[in-house]
T-cell receptor, first 114, second 115 residues
Framework: GENVEQHPSTLSVQEGDSAVIKCTYS??????FPWYKQELGKRPQLIID?????GEKKDQRIAVTLNKTAKHFSLHITETQPEDSAVYFC?????????????FGAGTRLAVHP | EPEVTQTPSHQVTQMGQEVILRCVPI?????FYWYRQILGQKVEFLVS????????KSEIFDDQFSVERPDGSNFTLKIRSTKLEDSAMYFC?????????????FGPGTRLLVL
């Protein structure tokens, strides 16, 4: 079925450390993998996305890697700052029978301590 | 920068009542969506809409739900007879192209509370 497993559910790091969140998806035909950040009471906001024709994408302190063979993708945040504290959701789309929707993971609550 | 907007921000209703949630997608976007998020849980897809018709819908989107684009700017979600379990944050989103492959931009949400 349409499912994406996201780990860990909570992550606590010290400011300056790196944080890694991993997701595993079910549909091998999927070709679009966005990551959203949601602060408390706010809308989900896209922070980075990757398409299946590349294996890695980086934007300043944020990077995403994709392993299509293993059907998993990861978010990497380096030099974490307190303002990175939020819930992060992975999602996937573009799969067979799902060209116009995103399936979201359960979320990772990241806490960055000064 | 253009944003998706939603009204109202909060809605409280009695069980069995009808509610209409409103959204104004980004003006040059062609695909529109509704998602919901029960408190503390993940974002769940409800429905996508393109070219004035439903493109895809989830199992959650049953006969009590309907969507409409009544004019050139608004996109609405109607819940005909609300249930307690409909209490959630409802997000509208829009994208320029196919939402499974293009960035979906989310609105600020409508928090619905059914009593």
């Amino acid at each position: 079925g349409e499912n994406v497993e996201q780990h860990p559910s909570t992550l606590s790091v010290q400011e300056g450390d790196s944080a890694v969140i991993k997701c595993t998806y079910s549909d091998s035909a999927s070709n679009y993998f966005p990551w959203y950040k949601q602060e408390l009471g706010k809308r989900p906001q896209l922070i980075i996305d990757i398409r299946s024709n590349v294996g890695e994408k980086k934007d300043q302190r944020i990077a995403v890697t994709l392993n299509k063979t293993a059907k998993h993708f990861s978010l990497h945040i380096t030099e974490t700052q307190p303002e990175d504290s939020a819930v992060y959701f992975c999602a996937y789309g573009g799969f067979s029978g799902g060209y116009n929707k995103l399936i979201f993971g359960a979320g990772t609550r990241l806490a960055v301590h000064p | 920068e253009p944003e998706v907007t939603q009204t109202p921000s909060h809605q409280v209703t009695q069980m069995g009542q009808e509610v209409i949630l409103r959204c104004v997608p980004i003006s040059n976007h062609l695909y529109f969506y509704w998602y919901r998020q029960i408190l503390g849980q993940k974002v769940e897809f409800l429905v996508s809409f393109y070219n004035n018709e439903i493109s895809e819908k989830s199992e959650i989107f049953d006969d009590q739900f309907s969507v409409e684009r009544p004019d050139g700017s608004n996109f609405t979600l109607k819940i005909r007879s609300t249930k307690l379990e409909d209490s959630a944050m409802y997000f509208c989103a829009s994208s320029r192209g196919t939402g499974g492959q293009e960035t979906q931009y989310f609105g600020p949400g409508t928090r619905l509370l059914v009593l």
